[in-house]
């Protein structure tokens, strides 16, 4: 593959929209087969695959209102190589607009037709000489349309968003969840100190914060290296988690000594915070599906120094999990979803996410917490967690739940609930953080008390 950062980016936007992987997944792939030994080469790449995914809409607006072809009828490999050129155009100071106009004619010259170098080069060169004049949708005759193109949402989602928050909270909220986020860890107390890891963050990265609501988090800009090559997380004194990641763990509040069920664990972020809550006294159980994601679990617990998981590889809408019968004092359910509360994360979930898909996911999570709620001993809890803020995943999912499991009740904050989370416990006693107003994923959450007999 040509070390090239544009061609990097180009392949990654090509194989998301044909394959099944991550977009998280195809970026790592993808530059670990590419030879960019340049820091900013690679972080080039990495700013054009997630800028175009945040402005995709946008871009393609540009380039219907500039082309003489119809969009639907552009070949989608010379659609995404104009995507590319465009955002470096539109949204990159520091890129001349003829170097990104003449790298674009040149990758089209390999991939396509020369009627489609001359395309390339006909439409990137009107929007170097045009952008800026262009008229765009009208704010007071659609708000929504206005909204949806302007800062780049589905429209769907931004009618909805409206309807909930009203247009000014909406355009503040699609403004957070364009914006790039920070890196946010959590200081693994079972190897180092807070004050310890901060100093050496601070020759590692840039722009060290502490966290703003979890005693745990440090967030930084601008790592020297990948996170992952950094001296700091291969001494396993963080994980990478953003705070209101933290905050539903802490919400569980698990007690050294608890027999604890992380009952989609996937890759660990949540089972070792439980396990450093617990100060690595008792036991963690953690299940997933995913064989794959539990072997990287177990390397990544060892990393941790954790030594009180163990892993079971189970699926609970299986016919074979009701031969599970061991009882826990507390249960995280956290359950596949949208996510569409982390769309600043995982800009991709915008053009996948669907309202039938929102509909799927709320009729998985009902059925995977009534199965988890067997699991659950008299007094115990179930914490049920989404990374969404949409009411089909939210609030009906433990509407509909409450409603067949007469055994459960909310289980409220009390007195003594730390002043971090109260903030986001509403007057029903559901957990919820938002990009806004709180520059946070979107987390939701409820936890559900079993009823003693």
Known sequence: MKSDPRQTAITVLNSLETGRNTLDDIVRTALNRTALPEKRDRALATTLVYGVLRQ???????????????????????????????????YLDRIPAYAAVNAAVSFV?????????????????????????LAWPDRA??????????????EWMVRRWVDRYGLENTVQYCDGANRIPPITVRVNTLKTGYARLREVLTGEAER????????????????????????????G??????????LVCRWLNPQPGER??????????????LAQLMKNRGRVTAADVDAKKLQALVMEMKRLGVSIVETRRIN?????????SEKFDRVLADCPCSGMGVLRRNPDIKWSATPERLRRHRRNQVRLLSALADHVRPGGRLLYVVCSTEPEENEAVVERFLNDRKDFHI????????????????????FKTSVYPHDLDGFFGARLKKKRS
Not at 78 to 89: A, E, S
Not at 260 to 273: E, F, H, M, P, V
Not at 316 to 324: N, P, Q, V
């Open 411 to 430: 289980d409220p904050a009390s007195a003594d609930t730390e002043v971090g989370l109260q903030q986001f416990i509403n007057d029903r006693s559901y």
């Open 109 to 133: 010259k390999t991939t396509a037709s020369p009627h489609a170098a001359g395309f390339v080069n006909g439409v990137l060169r009107a929007a170097v000489r045009q952008h800026d004049r």
């Open 208 to 235: 060290i914060e502490d966290g703003r609501y979890s005693p745990d988090a440090i967030s930084f800009y601008s790592p020297r290296g990948s996170v992952d090559e950094m001296e700091s997380f291969q001494n």
């Open 56 to 90: 995709r809409m946008a871009l393609d607006w540009v380039i219907q209102r500039l082309s003489a072809t119809a969009f639907e009828k552009i070949d989608p490999v010379v659609r995404t190589i104009l995507r590319v050129g465009l955002y470096q155009i539109l």
């Open 260 to 273: 604890i069920l992380d009952a989609c664990a996937g890759l660990g972020g949540k089972t070792g915070y």
């Open 141 to 154: 005759t659609d708000p929504v349309v206005w909204l949806s193109i302007t800062r780049s949402f589905p």
């Open 316 to 324: 609970w809408l299986a016919e074979t999990a009701r031969e599970e």
């Open 237 to 246: 004194w963080f994980q990478v988690q953003d705070e209101s990641a933290q």
